[in-house]
């Protein structure tokens, strides 16, 4: 893991499509901070305060270039409680530990844990992803003024058809800025940034959490600290991993895992709340253009100067047309294509990825949908390897020894097959397990062959075990019971 803060290449690449995108994002950014302050229960600057501080510090921290980090819905439903028993100190001491475990975890390592989230589980979350950034604008299709329904038809216009004729200013701002100068000039009735809470006037400051320092707070603060380290970086690896294929290149999982650690530090010392990275935003840098460091650096830049510098021209900014961005993502981002694969597919994959979007849609909570997703995918690969064991057997000509032939991989899900085709009680007088073409993966595996042996002696079967591969022989020098008991042991080879 290392930290190669000035990359030249990593920010100065694509300057222009950087900056371009940052500000897109910046003003993408400001209704979901507000919404994700009010779900943890603080004040709206808290939120936008810990987009600014994050967005900055993982610029230079961060291992996936252009992916966005800030407040984020998936750690804010966690914090409503502390927040509600124990006051927003409690909150910024959290996420200053929620940082120290996000950093321990990059330490050990843990950013290659992404290896075993399978491809059906990435589209269940892409998918799922999708379908809550459209339900999280259906407040701002419902009941609204008829002017709305017009400005949102023309932002996905305008972004849609804008690249045919030129793709050098992103399409979103554009929108933006079209459907802002329509508003102010019509005076139109709709909902403006202006609507969504009161905006910060002034630049944050520093200070460390107001918390008793003892053990009691740690004992509060280390479950939720736990819990919020863990979710951040699930939903930050798992964005890291979905930027990489939009963009054709790859990231270091581990120096993300430490980034994430040292923004969340740095925002909460600035009066921020926890957070993480953000798909949508992620999605919407990429598309519009960004490729480098400097998108993200400029989002966090540029939304300070929104709010402190430009906060009147920020407040007549229309919601409609931050609505028309947002709604271009879930479209954007939804996986088409996984729909019409649903009949090709093997329907184990299916089932995960359905299992994903729905645990995730019902529960509005990504890291369960990965859980599950992760876990389902875990039963069906082991499933589908233990049918690859196999075990066959042959009596020698004069009946008296019993040869099993074992073949394949011996684990937790197959040990039970290969301890019940072994038949201890025949009239034999002695059984020959050749596992010359087997493999024991685990003390499940070692503890069947235990019993078959064990089983084999009280009915009064001499057992020997032929072929044992270095590995499996390992396993069962250190955790097997049966050749360490020397009744009727014989020697294995």
Request: charged residues 15%; hydrophobic residues 55%.
């Amino acid at each position: 893991m290392t930290f190669s803060l000035f990359s030249t290449r990593e920010w100065t690449s694509n300057v222009r499509g950087d900056f371009l995108s940052g500000l897109v994002v910046a003003l993408a950014l400001i209704p979901e901070a507000i919404g994700f302050s009010v779900i943890a229960g603080v004040d709206p600057k808290v939120g936008l305060y810990a987009s600014v501080v994050i967005a900055c510090v993982i610029a230079f921290t961060g291992g996936r270039p252009a992916m966005i980090s800030a407040a984020t819905a998936a750690t804010a439903v966690l914090m409503s409680g502390l927040v509600r028993d124990h006051g927003v100190q409690y909150l910024f001491a959290a996420t200053i530990l929620m940082g120290l475990f996000q950093i321990a975890a990059a330490l050990l390592k843990l950013g290659r844990l992404m290896r075993f989230v399978s491809q059906s589980v990435m589209t269940g979350f892409v998918n799922a992803l999708a379908i809550l950034i459209f339900l999280a604008q259906l407040p701002e299709l419902v009941n609204v003024p008829p002017a709305t329904y017009g400005l949102i038809a023309l932002g996905l216009g305008i972004i849609y058809l804008f690249p045919r004729l030129t793709r050098a200013v992103p399409s979103p701002l554009v929108a933006i800025v079209v459907l802002t100068a329509i508003s102010a000039l019509f005076h139109l009735d709709v909902r403006t940034v202006a609507h969504l809470g009161e905006l910060p006037s002034t630049l944050p400051s520093f200070g460390l959490p107001q918390v008793p320092y003892t053990f009691e707070t740690l004992r509060i603060l280390v479950p939720i600290a736990l819990t919020l380290a863990a979710v951040g970086l699930l939903e930050s690896l798992l964005t890291a991993q979905i930027v990489d294929d939009l963009t054709d290149t790859s990231s270091d999982k581990n120096r993300e895992c430490a980034g994430q650690g040292l923004a969340n530090i740095a925002s909460a010392v600035f009066g921020g709340m926890g957070g993480c990275a953000m798909i949508g935003q992620s999605v919407i840098n990429v598309s519009s253009g960004a490729r480098g460091r400097l998108s993200t650096l400029t989002a966090g830049l540029a939304l300070l100067i929104l709010l402190v510098a430009l906060q009147d021209l920020l407040a007549i900014v229309p919601v409609a047309a931050l609505t028309a961005v947002m709604l271009m993502v879930s479209i954007n981002t939804f996986s088409w294509q996984s729909i019409v694969r649903l009949r090709s597919n093997p329907a184990q994959s299916s089932i995960v990825m359905l299992a994903t979007v729905a645990t995730v849609v019902a529960t509005n909570d990504l890291a369960k949908g990965v859980l599950v997703g992760v876990l389902l995918s875990g039963m069906f690969f082991a499933s589908k390897v233990s049918r690859l064991s196999r075990v066959s057997s042959t009596l020698s000509a004069d009946g008296r020894v019993r040869t099993y032939r074992v073949e394949g991989q011996v684990f937790f899900a197959s040990a039970g097959t290969f301890r019940d085709a072994i038949h201890v009680t025949e009239d034999v007088d002695r059984i020959v397990i050749d596992v010359t073409d087997a493999h024991f993966w685990d003390i499940s595996a070692i503890g069947a062959l235990d019993q078959v042996v064990f089983k084999a002696r009280r009915n009064g079967r001499v057992v020997e075990v032929i072929g044992l591969n270095a590995a499996s022989a390992t396993l069962v020098e250190r955790f097997a019971q049966h050749d360490k008991d020397g009744a009727g042991a014989q020697p294995l080879h």
